[in-house]
C-alpha cells in the first residue's frame, strides 16, 4: 500500500477510490471536504469583517445586541449560500448588505418606520422612491469609521470600569465571556452580567454609535485609551492568581491600540499608548525566569528582549513627538519604557533621564502612584537617602495603606543603605500586602536575603 500524506483530505479520498471504495461515496466525501474548507474561509472572513459589521449596524439600530444577532444572521446566510454559490468578490459588502436588509426587514415587522408609513406608501405609488432603498439609504448614511465608532461606544462614560473592560473585550476584540472570565480571574457569568447591564445602559442612554466631536471627543479618548492600558496592565503584571503575566491580555491590547491609531493617525497620545504597551512588552519573555521566579530589570536577559517590538514602539515615540503629544500623558511613560529599551545592560540606564521625566509626568499627573515611580529613579538617580526622603512625603496617602508596591520600594531603599532589619520588615509587609503568588514569592525572597544578610554581617536582623 502507497504512503498516504494524511494531511490532505481530499488526496486520503481518492486513495480510498482507487482502493475499491465505492466512488459515489468517495465523490461525496471530496464534495464534504471541500465544502469544510469554504466554510473555515467564511468563518475567516467574518471575523476579520466582524467588527466592522457590527459597528456599521449598532450605529444605525442603535442596540449592540440587535447589531451582533443581524451580523450572526448575515454569517449564517453565507455558510448556506457560499458553499454553492462561491464566495462573492466583495464578502464584507456582502455581509453587511445581507445584514442590512434583515434589519430593515425587523423595522417592518415591528413597524418602527410607521411614522414614515403615509409618505412611503405615496412614494411607492407614484414609483418615485422604494421604501426599501429609503432604508438602506440610512443605513448607508455614516460619518467617519464605524469601527472607531463602536470604540467609543464601548467606552462610554455611562459604563462602569469594568462594564467597558469586558464589553470592549467582547465586542472589539473578539473574545468570549469565558476567555475574558478566565484573563481576569472572576466569574464567567460576573462577566456575561457586566456585558449584558452595559449594552441595556448604551439603549437605555439612546448613546448614538458615531464619533464624538470637539471637547467630548478628547474626553471620550481619554477613556479608551484608559480602559486599553488597563486590558494591558492586568496582562503585564496580573493583580491576582498565580501567574505574573498573562501575555494574552497583552497581545488583545496591542491589537486594539493598532486598530486605533489606524483610525486616529493624528492623535498624539494613540501613538504614545501604542508605544507605551511594545516598549513594555518587549520585556515579557525575560520578566520570569524558567523556575517562576519574577525577575527585576537588573537581573532580566536583555537578549531575550523583543528588538522588533522595540523598534516599532520607538518609531511610536517619534511619532507621538512629530505630533507634538511628547508631553502627552502616555508619551511621557512611553519615554520612561524607552530610557529602559535604549540601555544595553541595567548599568547603562540613564536614571537621570528617568528622574527628570518622572518631575514632568507628575505635573501632568499628580498622584501618589506616580510620585512613589518618582521617588525610585531618584533614589537610583541620587542615591537610596533621595529615594527615602521623597518616599517620607507621600507613603501616609490613604491610597497606599496595604499598596505592595510602596512596602516594596522602602525595602529596596532600606537594603542598599544596609538597614536589612527594617528592610526585611518592609518586604514582609509588601509579600503581605501582595495578590499574586508568583511576586509574593519574589518579595518573600528580598525579606529572606535581607535576614541572610544582616545575620552575615552580625547586624540584628530582628524587626
Not at 472570565?181 to 464567567?188: G, K, N, P
Not at 508631553?327 to 530610557?339: H, I, N, P, R, T
Amino acid at each position: 500500500m502507497a504512503a498516504v500524506d494524511r494531511g490532505d483530505g481530499v488526496s486520503i479520498l481518492l486513495f480510498m477510490a482507487r482502493d475499491g471504495q465505492d466512488a459515489a461515496a468517495a465523490k461525496d466525501a471530496t464534495h464534504s471536504v471541500a465544502r469544510a474548507a469554504v466554510v473555515r474561509d467564511i468563518e475567516t472572513i467574518f471575523r476579520m469583517e466582524r467588527v466592522r459589521l457590527i459597528a456599521g449596524l449598532a450605529r444605525h439600530v442603535g442596540d449592540l445586541s440587535l447589531a451582533e444577532d443581524l451580523a450572526q444572521e448575515a454569517l449564517i446566510e453565507a455558510l448556506a449560500r457560499w458553499p454553492e454559490t462561491g464566495t462573492p468578490p466583495n464578502p464584507g459588502g456582502w455581509l453587511m448588505t445581507t445584514a442590512k436588509r434583515r434589519a430593515v426587514d425587523l423595522w417592518r415587522r415591528r413597524q418602527m418606520m410607521a411614522r414614515h408609513e403615509a409618505s412611503l406608501s405615496h412614494d411607492i405609488e407614484t414609483g418615485r422612491v422604494d421604501d426599501h432603498a429609503v432604508a438602506e439609504h440610512r443605513l448607508d448614511d455614516t460619518i467617519g469609521d464605524e469601527r472607531l465608532s463602536l470604540i467609543f461606544a464601548a467606552c462610554h462614560p455611562l459604563l462602569s470600569r469594568d462594564q467597558r473592560t469586558a464589553l470592549t473585550l467582547k465586542v472589539i476584540a473578539g473574545l468570549s465571556a469565558q476567555e475574558i472570565a478566565r484573563a481576569f480571574l472572576v466569574q464567567e457569568t460576573t462577566v456575561a452580567q457586566r456585558i449584558v447591564r452595559a449594552k441595556a445602559l448604551l439603549r437605555e442612554g439612546k448613546v448614538a454609535y458615531e464619533v464624538p466631536l470637539g471637547d467630548e471627543r478628547d474626553a471620550r479618548l481619554s477613556s479608551v485609551l484608559e480602559v486599553i492600558y488597563l486590558v494591558f496592565n492586568e496582562g503585564y503584571a496580573a493583580s491576582r492568581g498565580e501567574d505574573l503575566i498573562r501575555p494574552q491580555l497583552c497581545q488583545e491590547a496591542m491589537r486594539l491600540g493598532r486598530i486605533l491609531a489606524g483610525l486616529a493617525p493624528a492623535e498624539p497620545e494613540v501613538h504614545g499608548l501604542l508605544a507605551l504597551m511594545e516598549l513594555q512588552a518587549s520585556r515579557l519573555a525575560a520578566r520570569v525566569a524558567p523556575d517562576g521566579r519574577a525577575l527585576t530589570l537588573e537581573t532580566q536577559n536583555r537578549g531575550r528582549w523583543d528588538r522588533l517590538l522595540i523598534q516599532r514602539g520607538l518609531a511610536g515615540l517619534a511619532t507621538a513627538k512629530r505630533l507634538e503629544g511628547e508631553d502627552g500623558v502616555y508619551a511621557l511613560q512611553a519615554a520612561l519604557a524607552a530610557v529602559h529599551a535604549r540601555a544595553a545592560r541595567f548599568a547603562d540606564t540613564d536614571w537621570g533621564l528617568s528622574a527628570a521625566l518622572y518631575d514632568r509626568l507628575l505635573v501632568r499627573v499628580p498622584s501618589p502612584v506616580v510620585a512613589l515611580n518618582r521617588a525610585v529613579a531618584h533614589s537610583m538617580a541620587s542615591g537610596p537617602e533621595t529615594g527615602l526622603a521623597l518616599l517620607a512625603e507621600i507613603e501616609n496617602a490613604p491610597q497606599f495603606v496595604g499598596y505592595a508596591p510602596i512596602y516594596a520600594a522602602k525595602g529596596d531603599f532600606l537594603s542598599r543603605l544596609g538597614r536589612m532589619a527594617e528592610a526585611r520588615n518592609a518586604f514582609e509587609k509588601a509579600a503581605e500586602a501582595s495578590g499574586n503568588n508568583t511576586e509574593r514569592a519574589f518579595l518573600l525572597g528580598r525579606a529572606t536575603d535581607c535576614q541572610a544578610v544582616g545575620a552575615a554581617s552580625n547586624v540584628d536582623t530582628r524587626p
